[in-house]
């Protein structure tokens, strides 16, 4: 039943699609268009979750569509119901976001055919139960996201993250392709039902797992694969890039999550150390490019590439738990990454939402270019907070939840026997605790130079508060935000049938502990009451409030700012993006990024501008991608003599192949 | 009747640590200018300093938003729940469960995470100057603590800081060489923290070197009340984390008698002293490193966390 909901859903969003092409430009188009969007989308959200919640036995339903003899195998099973549930929310809060911010869209005709196709897309990859539709639609979500991305093709830069987004896609698509290849073996197994079957050989299964983490980390954007992401994901409008960041690099975590824990067979322990060293590379790499960014929606995108690095830490200790029979461990770990998949898609989406309202306020996503909107944008000014707050893991928010959770599983890996993963671990826990240090600065630049402060020009001083639709879908949020800090035993509890279905054990009961508290091993060992820290720092803020302006004082007055007896009225005084930046940038960018910083200042007399220089290099771009560049065009170069050949040329070619290829058979037989 | 007995035990802590936080500071301030053969301070020279604050008016900045004015509660709410946590004179407490020592670090990040939006609010330079700093300082600080927090809790068993705390007053600890290294990184994350020298300079004003007092630099009155409450806090807290971790003598357990207070109580008040006095003696002692040495400082601490880590990973005799 929900699978044929879930099913039909998709189905009538793609028709949606269809029929937004024959409404295109007309005025009712864009609300029509994400407000069907959105009921279709919550109906879908409530039969995942009734799926989820009620724990029922997997769905199964072959339809004849696809290559005639084969058939469309789909299947709904817990995993595929919790990312569902996951896309389903993003979808709704989206759709109701996209109802105010969709109305300033310049070129609606190139967005609303593609927006429901892009959702039906993400759908029929969770729901696919064979190779061949999970392909089909897994290139249908990333063609579908390209051209949203080329909406706005007169953005030169748009045309370049469009152009490496497809490459990268495509990449990412093959190596699926091969995966996907070779499980299903010489005999053509390409339902996922008969790969489960056939228990693949370790070093089999360990092919498809790189191949896996190449082509779904590609899209979740694991660093150094993350080269498309900080391009694609701001070019598109602030809706899809929501979608694109929080959900669709949800739908890559899937993908591997399906091939690792459910296809490719028991693992081994050295495949955890793969996953593990890419998850922690890709935390602290992430959040260091994010926090050198001074382009909002690019940080975003960045910091997206550092929460991925946080689940595939998640997934890399389930793996090794796994691998030598802690299944508990093992649950845990798989839990704390499955938790952080939701928590990131609510405060992510929430984010580029409110990068989305401060754009259509203002026009600007340069950092350096606004200031003080929680004047002129108050409500907007709120929700972002709770989000920066939530995204940076402060308790008592969502995001510290799976922290915490993440950092007790990685306390019990001493367990582990293999050395290897004795030495990595701690080094892995190091940098997922840097990293989360480092999100908390930037997340304080982001917030403290956009919303505080003075506004740096004249379209932030004008600002407006943005429509009652957006604010609506970021209050939705960051009120889950809230409620998933709080309660964090709700959610924890939800996702036991997933790891039951993977591991084969779950997380003890979470709910009607005392006090809604969450004890992941045992009340001795450690416990994490959301509820109550939450209610403890309300309660003694508002008692050290009430005392003070009872008892001491509570007059105010207003003068200019004290700024050590010297205040300036220039705005450009304040720190700045890359100023706040400037003493991490020291210390880490001079090591990573090469950072160089080269200042100019003009002798006494001369009336030239003071000026400073700062200089980063991209390892990855420099170190692995500039080489395949140049080999591509070297390449290129050579072959391209093979068109200008004259008739004896072509000819003797042909010829010399054809006797090549004749003595490769003799000599082969 | 026991729990209103637990009620009254924990609120008989969070008391303690709010009444004693500004004796500490006097306390260390009195150490230091009596070790520089200045008369100092009387000691309840910071008691009189948050009332007259408390009393005065607030004198805000034409750009100061309501989020500046809801932060030096928010700061002084987080610090005092986080510092309420921390077993002082008995382990065990009615809500010692509630966050554990991981939410306790976290808890304060989140004080700091505010403190630093706070000086950014106002939109001078100054403000800019210490919330970057100190946001540069906390991404080497909080890792270094998350390390050594694990090696705790590798040793105790639990990240329950009641459970570690009882734990390392049990005879089954012994001398460890990772417990050395935690201890060495712990004192210079908590000086870090703190804002103490060499790390920064509570007492300096109107210096490009300062961070903390730049990125409060425009609070005024009862808000700058709080914030200077919440630093008192905050140090309390972290020598009554070092006491209790690494000094367990003369804590009570659980289930102890109501009448065995008094010594855990003076046992706390005791170490308190010989730990302000230790930190006295190290300020006047020590000349303030520059801004960028902090980095290799914090740095080092974090690589004793690591290093004590690994040897608990590798085996659990170290």
């Known amino acids: 039943m929900t699978l044929t909901v879930a099913l039909a859903c998709a189905a009538?969003?793609?028709?949606?699609?269809?029929?937004?092409?024959?409404?295109?430009?007309?005025?009712?188009?864009?609300?029509?268009?994400?407000?069907?969007?959105?009921?279709?989308?919550?109906?879908?959200?409530?039969?995942?979750?009734?799926?989820?919640?009620?724990?029922?036995?997997?769905?199964?339903?072959?339809?004849?569509?696809?290559?005639?003899?084969?058939?469309?195998?789909?299947?709904?099973?817990a995993l595929s119901a919790f990312f569902l549930v996951v896309v389903d929310l993003g979808a709704v809060s989206a759709s109701l976001f996209a109802l105010g911010y969709g109305e300033h869209e310049e070129v609606p005709q190139r967005v609303l055919p593609f927006y429901p196709a892009f959702l039906a897309g993400m759908s029929l990859v969770l729901l696919a139960d064979d190779a061949f539709t999970f392909l089909t639609s897994w290139e249908f979500m990333s063609l579908t996201s390209w051209a949203l991305v080329m909406s706005h093709d007169r953005v030169p830069d748009n045309v370049r993250a469009g152009y490496v987004y497809l490459v990268m896609a495509s990449f990412g698509t093959l190596a699926l392709l091969l995966g996907f290849g070779l499980l299903a073996g010489p005999d053509g197994l390409y339902t996922f039902a008969q790969m489960r079957a056939a228990h693949p050989s370790a070093p089999l299964g360990a092919l498809a797992l790189v191949l896996a983490l190449i082509g779904a980390g590609s899209k979740a954007g694991i660093v150094p694969l993350h080269v498309w992401l900080p391009l694609a994901h701001p070019a598109a409008p602030s809706h899809v890039s929501a979608l694109m960041s929080g959900v669709m690099t949800k739908v890559a975590v899937y993908g591997f999550m399906r091939i690792a824990f459910d296809l490719a067979g028991a693992p081994v322990w050295w495949w955890s150390v793969v996953v593990l060293a890419i998850g922690g590379i890709t935390a602290v790499m992430g959040v260091l490019y994010a926090l050198m960014q001074h382009d909002l929606k690019r940080l975003l995108a960045y910091h997206t590439v550092e929460n991925i690095g946080i689940i595939f830490i998640g997934l890399g200790l389930a793996l090794a738990f796994k691998a030598y029979g802690m299944l508990f461990a093992s649950a845990l770990a798989l839990t704390a990454a499955l938790l952080h998949v939701f928590n990131h898609s609510l405060f992510k989406s929430l984010l580029f939402f409110g990068a989305g309202a401060v754009l259509t306020a203002t026009g600007q996503r340069d950092m350096e270019r606004l200031g003080g909107l929680i004047h002129r944008m108050p409500q907007t000014a709120f929700v972002f907070l709770v989000g920066c707050a939530a995204i940076s893991a402060l308790p008592p928010l969502n995001g510290f939840v799976?922290?915490?959770?993440?950092?007790?599983?990685?306390?019990?890996?001493?367990?582990?026997?293999?050395?290897?993963?004795?030495?990595?671990?701690?080094?892995?826990?190091?940098?997922?605790?840097?990293?989360?240090?480092?999100?908390?600065?930037?997340?304080?630049?982001?917030?403290g130079v956009t919303f505080l402060g003075r506004p740096r020009s004249l379209a932030a001083e004008t600002a407006s508060e943005t429509d009652r639709f957006s604010l609506a879908a970021m209050m939705l949020l960051a009120a889950l935000c809230v409620l998933a800090g709080i309660l964090p035993g709700l959610f924890i509890d939800a996702l036991a049938p997933v790891s039951t279905a993977l591991i084969g054990a779950h997380m003890p009961a979470?709910?009607?502990?005392?006090?809604?508290?969450?004890?992941?091993?045992?009340?001795?060992?450690?416990?994490y009451d959301g509820l109550l820290v939450f209610v403890f720092i309300a309660i003694s803020g508002t008692l050290a409030a009430a005392a003070i302006h009872r008892f001491a004082s509570n007059r105010l007055r207003r003068a200019p700012a004290w700024d050590c007896g010297y205040p300036d009225a220039s705005p450009a005084t304040q720190y700045t993006a890359m100023s706040f930046a400037q003493p991490i940038r020291r210390v880490f960018g001079t090591i990573v990024f090469q950072a160089r910083e080269r200042s100019y200042m003009p002798p006494p007399g001369d009336t030239r501008p003071a000026r400073l220089d700062v200089e980063l290099s991209d390892p990855i771009w420099d170190w692995l991608y500039a080489p395949i560049v140049a080999g591509v065009l070297f390449a290129a170069e050579r072959l391209n003599r093979f068109q200008f050949l004259t008739i004896r040329q072509y000819l003797s070619l042909v010829f010399g192949a054809l006797v090549i290829l004749l003595l490769v058979l003799a000599v082969w037989s | 009747m026991v729990l209103i007995r637990d009620f009254a035990i924990q609120g008989a802590q969070m008391l303690l640590v709010l009444t004693l936080a500004p004796l500490l500071t006097g306390f260390v301030r009195k150490v230091k200018a009596r070790l520089l053969r200045r008369q100092g301070p009387p000691l309840v020279q910071p008691y009189l300093d948050l009332f007259r604050l408390m009393r005065k008016e607030v004198v805000l900045a034409d750009s100061a938003s309501w989020l500046f004015r809801v932060i030096p509660y928010l700061v002084f709410a987080a610090t005092?729940?986080?510092?309420?946590?921390?077993?002082?004179?008995?382990?065990?407490?009615?809500?010692?469960?509630?966050?554990?020592?991981?939410?306790?670090?976290?808890?304060?990040?989140?004080?700091?995470?505010?403190?630093?939006?706070?000086?950014?609010?106002?939109?001078?330079?100054?403000?800019?100057?210490?919330?970057?700093?100190?946001?540069?300082?906390?991404?080497?600080?909080?890792?270094?603590?998350i390390m050594i927090v694990f090696t705790l809790a590798l040793i105790a068993g639990s990240t329950q800081l009641s459970t570690v705390a009882e734990f390392m007053a049990s005879p089954q600890v012994g001398l460890r060489v990772s417990l050395g290294l935690a201890l060495i990184g712990l004192v210079m994350v908590a000086i870090a923290e703190n804002g103490r020298v060499p790390v920064d300079n509570p007492a300096t004003h109107l210096e490009l070197t300062m961070v903390h007092e730049a990125m409060v630099l425009e609070y005024s009155g009862r808000h700058l009340a709080l914030i200077e409450l919440a630093s008192s806090l905050k140090l309390i807290l972290c020598v009554s984390l070092l006491a209790c971790l690494f000094a367990p003598w003369g804590i009570e357990a659980a289930g102890a008698a109501a009448a065995t207070l008094v010594v855990g109580i003076t046992a706390y008040v005791g170490k308190l002293a010989v730990g302000g006095f230790l930190l006295g003696l190290f300020e006047t002692s020590i000349a303030k490193m520059r801004v960028f040495r902090v980095p290799e400082f914090l740095g080092a601490a974090l690589m004793l966390g690591l290093l004590a880590t690994l040897l608990r990973f590798v085996s659990g005799s170290f």
Do not use: N
């Open chain 2, 80 to 145: 005092w729940v986080a510092a309420s946590l921390v077993p002082t004179f008995r382990t065990g407490l009615l809500f010692s469960w509630s966050a554990d020592l991981i939410a306790i670090i976290a808890l304060l990040g989140s004080a700091r995470f505010f403190l630093a939006l706070a000086g950014l609010d106002v939109g001078t330079s100054f403000g800019g100057i210490g919330s970057s700093r100190e946001m540069m300082i906390a991404s080497l600080a909080e890792p270094a603590m």
């Open chain 1, 510 to 527: 979470q709910i009607g502990g005392q006090w809604l508290s969450i004890v992941p091993i045992a009340a001795s060992r450690s416990s």
């Open chain 1, 12 to 77: 009538v969003l793609l028709a949606l699609g269809v029929f937004a092409v024959a409404i295109g430009r007309s005025s009712a188009a864009t609300r029509l268009v994400y407000g069907a969007s959105m009921i279709v989308a919550a109906i879908s959200l409530i039969a995942a979750a009734m799926q989820l919640l009620g724990a029922a036995e997997p769905l199964r339903l072959t339809l004849p569509l696809g290559v005639p003899w084969l058939g469309a195998h789909f299947r709904l099973d």
């Open chain 1, 402 to 447: 799976s922290e915490w959770l993440t950092f007790q599983a990685i306390l019990l890996s001493p367990q582990l026997p293999s050395w290897g993963l004795k030495l990595l671990v701690p080094a892995v826990g190091a940098l997922l605790a840097l990293s989360a240090a480092l999100a908390a600065a930037c997340f304080v630049k982001v917030y």
